[in-house]
């Protein structure tokens, strides 16, 4: 029988008596914002049931680079959708265009497969890697996140006796999944040669995050990613860039134009379709080629959703839109003035803080000196960052409180924006400066936040 509750149940309670924890995705179970019910938003901000307004700087994680219900791109999956639905067989025009534009921008594409997240554009690409090379082992990096899936559900956010080790971020895992990723160091050029000195012959793969996000902003090394380069080259190994954040948010196309370094295979979701849901794997055509997409190909690949015409609208449309506007230079100015003067910010208060990021995306770790990799990020004031985020939002301004997590602006952020932000950012930091030992709901630990 189903069960139901009287209409005087508050929603959140209705949530958790049919969806374990309320939520459908664990990283929007926010220690202290279990009761949050959002009903509304649009351009840089939501609203809740409360009615209380948020200028949004957490964006789902990035993807509404546009805003939020961004009309154009409304527009165009209104249409796709007055038109055309689902009919899983064949191919739509749509994906046509899809594919070849991200071939157009993309470096590495020259062939693409849409799937609908970038979990799963990350788990085919070492599926395939391995079906190519006819190897067991992947190389990983802590810090960097690439999905939910096995091979790589390990190293992302690690308390400090966990570096340097395995280190699931689930259960369920068999240990012999685990056994075969290499788990190193980011920006570690040493680390690097000498793995592949060692076990050069068994690497089928290295993927990698170019600017680890999933941790706040880690900016790589020129040659560390000159060295993954030259290694996977040299060994016959595939080199995976997950621009699955990177990807058109910093640039139309992606980290690898930024840095000049081509990957063998590239995964990306998120901004592209200015947060529809889809995601999408490119590459060496010899590579993609290799799927069961093309008759008789040994690597199997399918998905109900791949392609689905409103996602592919969503996606043509955000794409039109960033050639056409001048989106990057928007947010990228809003990032450097937000930059700047928030480091201007924490000197005046004598906090200390170094404000990093690229692009559209900032984050403050409360701490010295630049972070180059993961270890440097376990100096970081877990209480102050998450605390002084919870206090933000008594002046409506959302970035996650959860450790470690960026922020972003979008194409619908404005400098009245910024200036808020500025003077929410000093009120928050002198109350947490005040009150340091505030509750902050258990959110203050180095495992408090694992992913996207």
Same mark, same amino acid.
């Given at each position: ?217 880690? /900016? ?6 000159? #060295?993954?380069?030259?290694?996977? *080259?040299?060994? $016959? %190994? =595939?080199? +995976? ?100 003067? /928030? ?6 208060? #004598?906090?200390?803080?170094?404000? *990093?990021?690229? $692009? %559209? =995306?900032? +984050? ?89």
């Amino acid at each position: 029988m189903i069960h139901q509750e009287t209409p005087s149940t508050p929603l959140p309670e209705r949530a958790r008596q049919v969806i374990p924890g309320g939520v459908n995705s664990g990283q929007r179970n926010v220690p202290g914002l279990s009761d949050l019910v959002i009903t509304r938003a649009a351009g840089a901000r939501f609203w809740d049931a409360d009615g209380r307004e948020y200028t949004d700087y957490h964006a789902a994680f990035g993807p509404p680079l546009l805003g939020h219900a961004d009309a154009e791109v409304d527009v165009a999956v209104a249409e796709a959708a007055r038109s055309l639905d689902l009919c899983g067989v064949g191919v739509t025009e749509g994906e046509v265009v899809l594919a070849e534009t991200l071939t157009e921008l993309i470096p590495s594409f020259e062939r693409v497969l849409l799937t609908s997240t970038g979990s799963e554009a990350t788990f085919h690409a070492l599926r395939v890697a391995r079906a190519a090379t006819g190897r067991r082992l992947v190389v990983k990096f802590q810090g960097c996140y690439h999905g939910w899936h096995d091979s790589v559900s390990l190293n992302v956010i690690s308390t400090p006796d966990r570096v340097g080790r395995h280190d699931p971020i689930s259960t369920g895992i068999l240990p012999e999944v685990l056994d075969a990723t290499l788990v190193l160091r980011f920006n570690d050029v040493a680390a690097v040669r000498e793995t592949f000195a060692r076990h050069g012959a068994d690497i089928a793969a290295v993927i990698v995050e170019p600017v680890p996000h999933n941790v706040g902003c880690l /900016l790589p090394d020129q040659e560390f990613l000159t #060295a993954l380069r030259e290694e996977c *080259t040299s060994h $016959g %190994s =595939v080199l +995976v860039f997950d621009e699955v954040i990177t990807g058109v948010r910093h640039g139309l196309g992606g980290w690898q134009q930024i840095s000049g370094i081509t990957p063998d295979l590239t995964t990306m979701g998120k901004a592209i379709a200015n947060g529809y849901p889809i995601g999408a794997l490119g590459g060496r055509a010899d590579l993609m080629d290799l799927f069961s997409s093309r008759p008789g190909a040994p690597v199997f690949f399918a998905g109900t959703y791949n392609g689905h015409p409103a996602v592919v609208a969503a996606a043509l449309a955000t794409l039109d839109k960033l050639r056409r506007e001048p989106v990057h230079e928007h947010v990228f100015r809003l990032g450097d003035r937000a930059r700047t003067e /928030l480091a201007a910010l924490y000197r005046e208060l #004598a906090v200390p803080a170094v404000v *990093t990021g690229y $692009g %559209s =995306v900032f +984050v403050t770790y409360f701490m010295t000196g630049l972070p180059k990799s993961y270890d440097d990020l376990l100096a970081n004031d877990t209480g102050m960052f998450v605390g002084y985020r919870r206090r933000l939002l008594e002046h409506g301004i959302f970035e996650l409180p959860l450790n470690l997590k960026r922020s972003h602006f979008s194409y619908a952020h404005t400098d009245d924006d910024v200036d808020r932000l500025l003077t929410a950012t000093e009120a928050a930091v002198r109350a947490q400066l005040a009150d340091p030992a505030t509750d902050v709901s258990g959110a203050s630990t180095m495992a408090g936040a694992v992913r996207c």
